[in-house]
């Protein structure tokens, strides 16, 4: 059985990796700019981090028992996350991702371990914490793989895998 250290072990190696990615980005990296067809490294941050917030909102309703986030269609909240973060600059966009992920781990920290391993009302197709390990860890590094993949090194992204 899947246990909450487990998920925030998880958690907490996904930031580092996350981190690690956005260490490492050089000044024109850091500045440039992408568009929705094709983003670059501050619309890939941004969109984790949106989405990491909105799994710890969730998470937070259903701690306090409260209406969770209604679900969304992925395209539109993609296309709305990047139109608000694209003229953003990336101190901004890292700023962001720092409170997200947080609130994500916040949100994890305070939720019962019952809450993250059986399905929730909200979604009773699938435990909580696999939303978690997704929008917290997989998802994240499936966007920093793609990235190193575009820069050319395909290494790093089997490495991270």
């Given at each position: 059985m899947v246990t909450k250290t487990q998920i925030l072990d998880c958690l907490a190696h996904g930031r580092r990796a996350q981190l690690e990615f956005i260490d490492g980005l050089d000044a024109a990296q850091r500045a440039e700019k992408g568009c929705y067809e094709k983003w670059c490294a501050k619309d890939s941050i941004a969109h984790m981090a949106y989405w990491q917030e909105r799994l710890a909102q969730r998470i937070q309703a259903l701690v306090s028992k409260n209406e969770p986030p209604q679900s969304i269609q992925y395209e539109e909240a993609n296309a709305a996350c990047f139109a608000r973060f694209c003229e953003q600059s990336f101190e901004q966009?890292?700023?962001?991702?720092?409170?997200?992920?947080?609130?994500?781990?916040?949100?994890?920290?305070?939720?019962?371990?019952?809450?993250?391993?059986?399905?929730?009302?909200?979604?009773?197709?699938?435990?909580?914490?696999?939303?978690?390990?997704?929008?917290?860890?997989?998802?994240?590094?499936?966007?920093?793989?793609?990235?190193?993949?575009?820069?050319?090194?395909?290494?790093?992204?089997?490495?991270?895998?």
């Open positions: 966009v890292h700023a962001y991702w720092s409170r997200s992920l947080e609130e994500l781990h916040s949100a994890v920290r305070a939720a019962d371990e019952q809450l993250l391993v059986n399905p929730p009302a909200d979604r009773p197709e699938r435990p909580l914490w696999m939303d978690v390990v997704g929008t917290g860890y997989t998802h994240p590094q499936m966007h920093v793989s793609e990235y190193y993949t575009t820069l050319g090194w395909p290494e790093k992204a089997s490495r991270l895998w």
